[in-house]
């Protein structure tokens, strides 16, 4: 990281919880497994990757609970709030770390790059949009 890397910075609904987050951020994705559309209580999630060595929290990291499902990946929410901060998962030996892009206070000019998990969609949801759309995770 360099003081010249782009920064953002965002919180959790009640505001307890904020974080920074600097360096190149993206791909932005929605995403439709099963533990996304559950945790969220929404048809998809969209989050963005981020850096591992440019998250840190500025407030509330204390206030964090996280969740380990059964997949693998590990969700950290605000105890206040619920709101769902980050999002960690490995896949064949690559980890990732991504925030969940509606918590993100700082503009970003991402858009979504595609669908992911689309075989976990839920069946009521139509995609009527033209993002590219993935069985399983989009290969990095």
Known sequence: MTPNDPT??????????RYRVRGRIGPMDHCHCTDCRKS???????YIE????????????????TYAAA??????????CGSIITCRWNEKGREGLEISASTLDTPCGLRPEA??????????????????????????
């Open 40 to 46: 969220h209580a929404a048809a998809f999630a969209t």
């Open 50 to 65: 981020v850096p591992l060595k440019g998250f840190e929290f500025l407030a509330g990291g204390d206030r964090l609970t």
């Open 8 to 17: 953002y910075e965002g919180s959790c609904f009640c505001g307890t919880v």
């Open 115 to 140: 669908h992911t998990f689309v075989r976990s969609k839920a069946e009521w949801l139509v995609l009527a949009d033209d993002l590219p759309r993935h069985e399983t995770h989009k290969t990095p």
């Open 71 to 80: 997949t693998g990946t590990s969700r950290s929410f605000c105890r206040t």
